[in-house]
């Protein structure tokens, strides 16, 4: 299998809060996880990328020091939007990457997403 | 750089009705091409893949032929269903090194009884 959990799918948080979304990998070892950020009826834009153990790299214009992205072990990265404003609002979608999934280590297998609603 | 052209929606056809996405692609190389599909309120899943010029990927009556010549990969069913109702996007990966994925905008398919 290729299993990828999100948690929360859904959150809504009052401005100025902080958020954490986590992604696992359920059944292989993520060894590359991604964060996309989707807005309605948009395809999806890679915000970062991260390899384990190692720094995120983010696309440009993402803000590092607003979205952080931990990615500590084979099976876990998080996501966590600081001082969340209502443009933050979005749905935020991991994906992951790596040895033993189904169609091999180069395919992204997708998160169900989390949809964040900022007040 | 690397970019994915789908034909916009949405798509609406009547079930059994025969589907075609257009997906065409610019990138160096010989990128891996992938369909995946989106339903309402969830995330991405893969439907299929192909890795190299005139493989074609197949998964639950959907098809797409990697075309080098034509730079395509256009995803097809025979006879779809109510349920295949949801948002395709095709993307491509380039053939060095990196996982990244670049996307299309996405097709959204709209299957009535």
């Known amino acids: 299998g290729a299993v990828v959990s999100q948690h929360p799918s859904w959150v809504i948080c009052k401005s100025g809060t902080s958020v954490k979304i986590e992604c696992r990998s359920l059944?292989?070892?993520?060894?590359?996880m991604f964060w996309y950020r989707q807005f309605p009826k948009q395809s999806l834009m890679l915000m970062a990328t991260s390899n384990e153990g190692s720094k995120a790299t983010y696309e440009q214009g993402v803000e590092k020091d607003k979205f952080l992205i931990n990615h500590a072990s084979l099976t876990l990265s998080t996501l966590t939007v600081t001082s969340a404003h209502p443009e933050d609002s979005s749905f935020y979608i991991c994906?992951?990457?790596?040895?033993?999934?189904?169609?091999?280590?180069?395919?992204?297998?997708f998160g169900p997403g989390t949809r964040l609603t900022v007040l | 750089g690397n970019s994915v052209t789908q034909m916009e929606g949405p798509v609406t056809l009547s079930e059994e009705a025969f589907l075609t996405i257009n997906c065409t692609y610019t990138a160096t190389g010989y990128p891996s091409l992938f369909w995946y599909v989106q339903y309402p309120g969830e995330g991405l899943q893969l439907l299929l893949k192909a890795t190299k010029a005139d493989d074609k990927g197949s998964n639950k009556g959907f098809e797409a032929t990697y075309r080098k010549e034509t730079t395509s990969f256009h995803l097809e069913k025979g006879s779809v269903q109510v349920s295949d109702s949801a948002v395709y996007f095709c993307?491509?990966?380039?053939?060095?090194?990196?996982?990244?994925?670049?996307f299309g905008k996405g097709t959204m398919l709209l299957v009535s009884p």
């Open positions: 059944d292989f070892q993520a060894t590359t």
């Open positions: 993307a491509l990966r380039p053939l060095s090194g990196y996982s990244t994925l670049t």
């Open positions: 994906s992951a990457s790596g040895p033993g999934s189904d169609s091999g280590p180069d395919t992204q297998y």
